[in-house]
């Protein structure tokens, strides 16, 4: 009897699909997400027939695989690549795309289209995938020959790496990817209408520079783009030069030490007061890498009103988008803090009496929260995690309350540690976003801080961890509710608590049992701390059930429409 | 206020529906674009005429327009020294006795009869907007049967005046 061997299943000609699979392996690509299905037979097949060294990670929902993707490229830098069937599968991907699209997160998403034989006539499983993600992502392609998939995948891998990364979706029809490629396009690709601008213009970095000797009262605002163009090092060195104080967007945090005595912690909505504050009264605002969302700024009329703004961004429509810059500097962050700390004068002011006022404002207004003799609040929680894990994990959540508690409790030390939904605000992003984080880095502490609600979203990946064995830490901080929602209703719909209250829910114990995975449900303080290390370095997948008190809201906060300068909730009440 | 945007992009599949879908995401109003290829192979120019409340909303418009990828050039022509045309074509109801009137009304706009019917006459007519608009206006009374226009096309002057020169040849002040 004969046994078939790979070789002998690999027919004579290459296909479309094995020119797919040759293109990505010339990327380096080690890992993809996906889920098969009738138009990416053909590139399945050429998987499964292929010598390369790259693992296929089978997610339950195509859903997963892009969250999985982006989690992957949050901590690695590197583009997370998605392969996903036609129609239903494509679709499938889109919260995704546009998750990656709003958090300038670079990824490769391959998706099957029907043959171009049957394309526009509504053939099974067809969706005009291209229309759909035309404004969610940074570019898409449909690929017209096979002669085009190796020049088609360079320039994606160029496009969603370089610049200000972000998803790049390949649509690839069947009938190009099974049949046989005679030829293909080897030659550099050539993008005359997409050179960003990586180096900072010299001369904007010396009014930065000046800007820096004559301010008073300057502050330093760090975004992702500081993790993007790993800047990190260089943001520390110049900070701590110049004394000047720190504070970051959610999805900068990380950028700079979070126990650091110049940073004031997050800003924003649920900002720290100090921070908000210091972005109010300063007269230099130092934007590195961040976009000025509106759940940093507030409303824009109180927004640094004092400051002069420089905005450092690699994306020059972000200058000048929402609010007005004095000193724009279109660069990689990673690039203009390097020519900053090059041009750096000496002797810079020291700015002691504006570091006293911050630090006093510390001390009068930290973070606070009530800790009930009886329960477990879910800040507490998290500040015990923080505590037990010596803060050296990687964390993603969710949106809502939990993801803030994380933010304003967890204080990342290093960069690329901290991977949230913010922009698009995702329910349903952590978990799975946590299993590509560990596969990107199987020797780091992955834990992935959900709500009830947001688990319940994407909880069909178990199968992954039950499968692969990852040992990522599922921390449910379940107060049985859409705690966000529920805090709006509460504060602004006059406690009309409408659809927020989910009392209904699995016993999440038993459903990690039938995972096969470890389940512990913890509805005390004393159970909480007495077993949160041993269960967070298990080797294993855990997950935890931590039942928290229902009624806690996230303070502080800036009502929505009112300046960030306009806290409520700043003291304990 | 109205301005005149020239893209030249690379003619690929789903870049008009990109530039188009950006703006409706931005919220700006098209008020005319025409398409049509350049001098060089596989690039195309389209031109736009987009109402925008300010320069700041102008400013994102054309910074967004630049980072698609298959964007080669944005220019904003309105504060230059431009030649602007579109054309229009113009059916109104005529019979034999008021064709020799319409022909002495269009002729004055270099406009031409391309169709005659028993019933009906097609003018063809190039220009600026407002010209066509004027001849729009003066066949009105004879019945419009039908109009179709192709939207303003636009390319700067060769030779373009100084800056305090540049109001008198603007065009859409």
């Known amino acids: 009897m004969k046994v078939e061997t790979k070789a002998d299943a690999r027919p004579a000609v290459k296909t479309g699909a094995d020119v797919l699979i040759e293109s990505l392996v010339n990327q380096e690509v080690d890992t993809i997400f996906g889920y098969p299905g009738g138009a990416v037979l053909p590139i399945y097949d050429a998987l499964y027939r292929s010598d390369a060294e790259f693992q296929h990670i089978l997610t339950r929902h195509e859903q997963g695989a892009i ?37 300038s997160l670079p990824l490769v998403v391959l998706t099957g289209q029907v043959a171009t034989t049957v394309t526009g006539t509504d ?93 008073k009262k300057p502050l330093i605002l760090t975004g992702a783009g500081v993790l993007h163009g790993g800047g990190s090092d260089v943001l520390q060195d110049i900070a701590e030069a110049f004394q000047i104080p720190v504070t970051s967007t959610l999805l900068g945090l990380g950028a700079f030490p979070g126990d650091h005595e110049l940073f004031l912690g997050m800003a924003g909505m649920h900002g720290t007061y100090t921070s908000n504050m210091a972005i109010t009264e300063c007269d230099l605002l130092i934007n590195v890498g961040a976009r000025f969302d509106d759940r940093l700024t507030g409303n824009l009329e109180h927004f640094a009103k ?30 203009a803090l390097k020519e900053w700390k090059r041009q750096m004068k000496e002797g810079p002011d020291a700015h002691e009496s504006w570091l006293a006022e911050l630090h006093e404002s510390i001390k009068e207004n930290p973070l606070w929260f009530n800790n009930p003799p009886e329960g477990m609040v879910a800040q507490w929680a998290v500040k015990h995690i923080y505590e037990a894990t010596d803060g050296d ?17 967890f204080q990342f030390k290093r960069p690329d540690r901290w991977v949230t939904s913010g922009g698009l605000g995702t329910m349903g992003f952590g978990f799975p976003a946590a299993i590509g984080c560990q596969l990107a880095k199987p020797d780091e502490k992955v834990i992935a801080l959900v709500g009830d609600g947001g688990f319940q979203m994407t909880l069909q990946e178990l199968s992954v961890l039950q499968e692969r064995n990852l040992p990522v830490k599922i921390v449910i901080l379940n107060n049985q509710a859409l705690g966000m929602v529920r805090q709006w ?37 004393e159970e909480f701390e007495s077993s949160i290390k041993g269960l967070l370095e298990s080797d294993e997948p855990v997950l935890i059930d931590a039942r928290v008190i229902q009624q806690e809201n996230v303070f502080p906060m800036v009502p929505p429409g009112r300046g960030i300068n306009d806290m409520v909730g700043v003291k304990p009440r | 206020m109205k301005r005149i945007v020239t893209l030249v992009v690379q003619n690929r599949s789903g870049v008009l529906n990109r530039v188009t879908g950006l703006m409706h995401k931005r ?56 030649v602007a045309r579109e054309l229009a074509m113009i059916k109104i109801v005529s019979n034999a006795s008021v064709r020799s009137e319409v022909q002495s009304i269009i002729e004055p706009f270099r406009a031409d009869v391309i169709d005659i019917s028993r019933d009906s006459l097609s003018v063809q007519v190039t220009g600026k907007p407002e010209k066509i608009e004027a001849l729009i206006d003066l066949l009105r009374p004879y019945g419009i049967k039908d109009i179709a226009r192709t939207g303003l096309t636009a390319f700067s002057r060769g030779q373009q005046p100084q800056a305090s020169e540049l109001t008198q040849f603007s065009l859409l002040k």
Request: aromatic fraction near 6%.
């Open chain 1, 67 to 103: 969250h999985a993707a982006e989690g992957y490229a949050r901590v690695t830098r590197r583009p997370g690549v998605v392969l996903a069937t036609s129609g239903p599968g494509a679709t499938n991907l889109v919260t995704g795309i546009a998750d990656a699209m709003m958090d």
């Open chain 1, 123 to 215: 053939a099974f499983q067809e969706a005009d995938i291209m229309g759909i993600t035309t404004p969610i992502t940074k570019h898409n392609y449909q690929v017209q020959s096979a002669y085009e998939i190796p020049r088609i995948i360079k320039e994606a891998f160029h496009i969603a790496s370089t610049g200000r990364p972000g998803p790049v979706v390949v649509d690839i029809p069947k009938d190009i990817s099974a049949n046989p490629c005679f030829d293909t396009d080897e030659a550099p690709f050539h993008l005359p209408g997409y050179q960003p601008t990586i180096n900072p213009n010299p001369l904007q970095i010396k009014k930065l520079c000046d800007a820096v000797q004559k301010a």
């Open chain 1, 306 to 335: 004092n400051a002069v703004v420089a905005h450092i961004d690699i994306d020059p429509a972000e200058i000048g988008k929402n609010v007005h810059t004095h000193i724009p500097i279109v660069s990689d962050a990673g690039a």
């Open chain 1, 393 to 409: 994990a990687i964390v993603t959540t969710d949106v809502g309350q939990h993801q803030m508690w994380a933010a304003q409790y």
């Open chain 1, 489 to 525: 209703q509460e504060e602004f719909y006059e406690e009309r608590y409408s659809e927020s209250l989910v009392a209904c829910q699995p016993d999440f114990v038993k459903l990690a049992e039938a995972y096969s995975i470890r389940g512990v449900k913890l509805e005390t303080r």
């Open chain 2, 27 to 82: 919220q700006f109003n098209i008020e005319s674009i025409s398409v049509g290829r350049t001098e060089q192979d596989g690039i195309s120019k389209m031109t736009f005429v987009v109402d925008v409340e300010d320069h700041r909303k102008l400013e994102q418009l054309t910074k967004q327009l630049h980072k698609q990828i298959d964007v080669l050039k944005v220019t904003d022509l309105s504060e230059k020294a431009i």
